[in-house]
């Protein structure tokens, strides 16, 4: 089976956006770590190289260890009277905290 994630073309739109502001971030970064209030956490960076363990998706990159948990996700961005930002839609996470970056599976 394939590992893959989507992306909504806001998502996409604004990866660009970021990317064409600055020569240093050439990638879009999505990891997962452990912590957080559910177990896991999202991290969102920005990154000028790709390294051997990392899967390509056009402008973001993932490394395998976050592939397998995020697997079937879909890479959004929201903008919201409180703020904006990247949210993934991970239909492995059983429970999330109300931040939306924290999960478990």
């Known amino acids: 089976?394939?590992?893959?994630?989507e992306f909504t073309e806001r998502a996409?739109?604004?990866?660009?956006?970021?990317?064409?502001?600055?020569?240093?971030?050439?990638?879009?970064r999505i990891s997962v770590k452990g912590g957080g209030c559910s177990g896991f956490k999202y991290n969102f960076s920005f990154d000028s190289k790709v390294d051997k363990k990392d899967i390509i998706?056009?402008?973001a990159v993932v490394d395998e260890d976050s592939l397998?948990?995020?697997s079937g996700?879909?890479?959004d961005f929201k903008k919201e009277?409180?703020?904006?930002?990247?949210v993934i839609v991970n239909p492995k996470a059983s429970s999330?905290?109300?931040?939306?970056?924290?999960f478990s599976v």
């Open 12 to 28: 996409k739109e604004q990866i660009e956006k970021i990317i064409s502001e600055d020569r240093l971030k050439k990638f879009f």
């Open 68 to 70: 397998d948990i995020i």
């Open 96 to 102: 999330s905290c109300g931040c939306g970056l924290s």
């Open 57 to 59: 998706f056009g402008k």
């Open 81 to 86: 009277m409180i703020g904006e930002s990247f």
């Open 73 to 75: 996700s879909t890479v």
């Open 1 to 5: 089976m394939t590992k893959k994630i």
